[in-house]
């Protein structure tokens, strides 16, 4: 059945999550943004939300909640209304508990899930994105090879969300012909950190680049055991993650500049009421609902566990594509405001590029 | 619940028009070549084709009505914009009947086929110009019509036609009324079938009124909405749009899909494989171009669904109809070029139907309210401004 219709519970949702944005994230989005930094108690303070807890079965600790890719895509869309990069930092530890709980074997659900039980924030992140010009996520060039029972993993991973802070990391690599994603602690022989990347946009999320030099894991490091992890998926989750930030986003630099441009006057009248400006302000409209439309799509078909490669796919592209186009365009409506850091657009167009050229950040 | 699954029963009504979309676009070339040959009201095969697959058992996990109605239409529309098994009995102006009319008139005047003419050489996407008039004569008890309507959709092949006409042209658009006019009523007539560049097998006529004289009682909504002067005239008339908008959307829609399809076909036949999984720049020029028409496309598709579901929850969609149909507009003209794009030669030859598919859509920006005046009602939403405040 074809249906737009939100449960009760998911208008409850976005309700907390949209007083929770404004009230905690936007106020302090500027100050993280410029200090390349988010202070603990921030993200202490989205942990208690129970995103990552609640989600997880009561056998592993957490809360037992059905998890709801549909949901969760809701939730994006407001804590990125409020701001991206700090959504993005929220949801990290997700990142990696959800990848274990769709993919882990039950020993691996054992060993890594409790900690993400607690009542302290606590985080482990994915390693996707790998530097260098035409990365493709779908044909890393990290690679594992067998060695005894276990793999040597060998390879460079770039914008790892909140490397400083994560307990492991999940390392997808090349492993005979597939693509598998391979669980290695921090402290791995071989693994070296490195310091916070300098990014364009979403500066307030830490990321770092991973070197592997010949770093041995063991059998149990491969997710999914002998079974293995179908990456495709997780990358389908990813990407419909981003299209609900980038929608989150949209909404944001819309709602900004609407007030705005009846509040600005020119020419004797508000800016406003100039077709020139109001027929941006709906096309801006038009591409967030198109926007958010394909992201649920392909949410819905994660959680109803169909094929969601061609719909996450699109999600994704559309979204990248349109909700650079709204953050443009919004410092367009503002005019030279939107080029001065007191205003919030310039840094949502910051986002929105870098959005655009992540994978593997963010998960439903 | 949100959910984007079609159900068995969906499916299967959706295969079922496929397929006779399909033999319908058999015909397609030669109602586009020979314009102002109207396509038979029955194609020869319509007493002996029947689906191949039938329809299922209805259960509740079945979409809405309107939500199906939108998926026939750009299923149709995926054959040909013309041609059908058989024509669809109605037009527009059945719906206006059936939004506006009195009970009494939609018995007695549902089961015709109604067209709709707002359209005037001097006005088209400020319909609150119209210069029709009407002018009551008290002693016969009948309203007087004089006036020219263009661009009427099946002008010819309708029964009658719903026509706008102002009552007092001081009074802008609280004085314009929508009157039911037969066919053969002295002082009607019609003069002239359009040549247009693409939907040329439709039927698009002009209309001309010559104190042509018509009973009292075929005012549409009846005769009160008469006294009422100022209150609410034209937005009876405007209701009639909250469905079609996404309908046209849905239109051109069907015709993208064709153009995406046929383009899908000559990729996979050149050997090009077409990855979603894969990132835009290790992706060859055709197929990278080939996923973004596609994403459009289903960003498009997913509005019109959205304001069709709406309508099925019974909820207001005004402002929803318009995105649909301003985002189609934009959406069917960027698929059906960049089609071509990637086909080259084999994209305008008359060979194939690409390049009347191309042809085809076009109206969908023009029709039924331009994607200017579309984003016009949608920045007035957005704004909260009055028509004076936005013009």
């Given amino acids: 059945m074809i249906s737009f219709g939100t449960t009760e519970e998911q208008e409850v949702v976005r309700e907390a999550m949209r007083d929770f944005a404004a009230q905690a994230l936007r106020p302090l989005a500027r100050k993280c943004d410029e200090g390349s930094a988010i202070p603990d108690d921030l993200l202490q303070q989205i942990w208690e939300l129970g995103l990552t807890s609640t989600q997880i079965p009561e056998a592993y600790g957490g809360g037992g909640e059905e998890r709801s890719p549909v949901t969760n895509a809701i939730v994006l869309e407001e804590l990125a209304h409020g701001d991206a990069a700090l959504a993005i930092a929220g949801v990290v530890p997700s990142l990696f508990a959800n990848a274990v709980l769709d993919f882990g074997t039950d020993a691996q659900k054992q060993a890594l899930l409790p900690a993400f039980c607690g009542e302290r924030f606590h985080t482990a992140s994915l390693a996707v994105v790998e530097p260098g010009a035409f990365f493709d996520a779908s044909r890393p060039r990290t690679v594992a090879e067998p060695k005894g029972d276990g793999f040597v993993l060998s390879g460079t991973k770039t914008l790892v969300p909140l490397a400083d802070r994560a307990s492991h990391f999940l390392v997808v690599a090349r492993n005979n012909g597939g693509v598998d994603a391979f669980v290695v602690p921090r402290d791995a022989q071989g693994l070296s950190i490195g310091e916070a990347e300098k990014n364009l946009g979403l500066r307030a999320l830490h990321t770092a680049t991973l070197e592997l030099e010949r770093v041995e894991v063991g059998p149990e490091a491969r997710l999914g055991g002998e079974a293995g992890c179908d990456v495709r998926r997780l990358l389908d989750g990813s990407r419909t993650a981003l299209a609900a930030v980038m929608t989150g986003l949209s909404r944001a630099v819309l709602e900004y500049c609407v007030p705005y441009a009846k509040d600005r006057e020119a020419f004797d009248e508000p800016i406003a009421r100039k077709q020139a400006i109001a027929f941006m302000l709906a096309d801006m409209h038009i591409e967030v609902e198109a926007m958010r439309w394909l992201t649920w799509q392909a949410a819905s078909h994660l959680e109803k566990c169909r094929d969601a490669s061609r719909a996450a796919g699109l999600a994704r592209s559309y979204a990248a594509e349109k909700s650079l186009w709204i953050a443009d365009n919004g410092i367009q409506v503002l005019g030279g405001h939107g080029y001065i850091r007191e205003h919030p657009v310039e840094l949502w167009f910051r986002s929105a590029r870098t959005l655009g050229v992540l994978e593997g950040t963010v998960t439903l | ?391």
């Fill in chain 2, 1 to 391: 619940m949100i959910d984007f699954n079609l159900s068995e029963n969906d499916e299967k009504i959706l295969a079922g028009v496929r397929e006779e979309a399909l033999l319908c676009r058999k015909y397609a070339r030669h109602y586009d070549e020979n314009e102002h040959e109207f396509p038979p009201d029955e194609l020869p095969e319509a007493s002996s084709w029947k689906p191949s697959v039938k329809r299922g058992e209805p259960s509740p996990e079945d979409s809405s009505m309107p939500v199906m109605s939108m998926l026939g239409i750009m299923g149709r529309h995926w054959g040909d914009y013309s041609v059908r098994l058989r024509q669809d009995r109605g037009g527009l102006g059945n719906a206006a009947l059936s939004a506006s009319g009195t009970p009494e008139q939609k018995t007695r005047w549902g089961g015709e086929v109604l067209a709709m003419a707002i359209t005037e050489p001097g006005c088209g996407s400020d319909p609150s110009r119209v210069q029709t008039s009407a002018v009551l004569d008290e002693e016969t008890d009948e309203w007087i019509l004089n006036g020219e309507k263009i661009f009427v959709t099946t002008g010819c092949r309708s029964t009658g036609v719903v026509v706008w006409a102002t009552v007092d042209k001081t009074a802008g658009r609280a004085g314009i009324k929508s009157f039911l006019i037969m066919k053969g009523t002295p002082g009607f007539e019609v003069v002239h079938k359009e040549k247009k560049l693409g939907i040329r097998a439709d039927d698009t006529a002009t209309l001309v009124l010559r104190d042509c004289r018509i009973p009292r009682d075929q005012l549409l909504g009846g005769d009160e909405t008469v006294k009422q002067k100022g209150s609410g005239g034209f937005r009876g008339v405007m209701k009639t749009f909250n469905m079609t908008r996404p309908a046209v959307a849905a239109m051109g829609l069907g015709i993208a899909e064709a153009a995406l399809d046929f383009t899908r076909e000559q990729l996979e036949e050149a050997g090009f494989e077409i990855d979603y999984a894969a990132a835009t720049a290790s992706l060859p020029a055709p197929v990278a171009k080939f996923i973004e028409l596609e994403a459009l496309f289903e960003a498009s598709k997913l509005t019109v669904l959205r304001a069709a579901w709406l309508a099925g929850e019974a909820r207001p969609n005004n402002m929803e109809s318009s995105v649909t149909k301003a985002h189609a507009g934009t959406a069917v003209r960027r698929i059906t070029q960049g089609c071509i794009d990637i086909l080259g030669p084999m994209g305008i030859s008359r060979e194939h139907l690409l390049e009347k598919w191309l042809r085809d859509c076009r109206i969908t920006d023009i029709y039924e309210g331009t994607g200017q005046i579309q984003r016009l009602i949608i920045a007035r939403g957005l704004l909260d401004y009055t028509r004076a405040e936005l013009k």
